[in-house]
């Protein structure tokens, strides 16, 4: 099992950016997957997340109606398309997977077996 995120980068506040998981190992039509985040001197956070069962998302707070997570299961891809960044949001972003659950709630508010290497995002003010 295997997470590669990719797309992070330097943007402006107010800007934004897409960050891509491409996975192998599993196929995206069952488990939970999401993007978490850590911000320096910051506990780990589970910002977005969906079940590849149902198609149900789950969002923090922090970004709802700004995020959005979702999927190409030809592609074994999943995406964060984030939209109007704040530099608030700036932290290593990480994409896990949990392969014994399908809740989205569940696994942005847990702690996940499966993690990718981060990709960094930093939002300028």
């Known amino acids: 099992v295997q997470l590669q995120a990719s797309g992070g980068g330097l943007v402006q506040s107010g800007g934004s950016l897409r960050l891509s998981c491409v996975v192998t190992g599993f196929t995206l039509d069952r488990p939970a997957i999401g993007w978490f985040r850590q911000a320096p001197g910051k506990e780990r956070e589970g910002v977005s997340c969906l079940s590849t069962l149902n198609d149900i998302t789950h969002y923090s707070d922090s970004v709802k109606g700004r995020f959005t997570v979702s999927r190409d299961a030809a592609k074994n891809t999943v995406y964060l398309q984030m939209d109007n960044l704040r530099p608030e949001d700036t932290a290593m972003y990480y994409c896990?997977?949990?392969?014994?659950?399908?809740?989205?709630?569940?696994?942005?508010?847990?702690?996940?077996?499966?993690w990718g290497q981060g990709t960094l995002v930093t939002v300028s003010s």
């Open positions: 896990a997977a949990d392969l014994g659950h399908s809740s989205s709630y569940f696994l942005c508010n847990s702690h996940p077996g499966n």
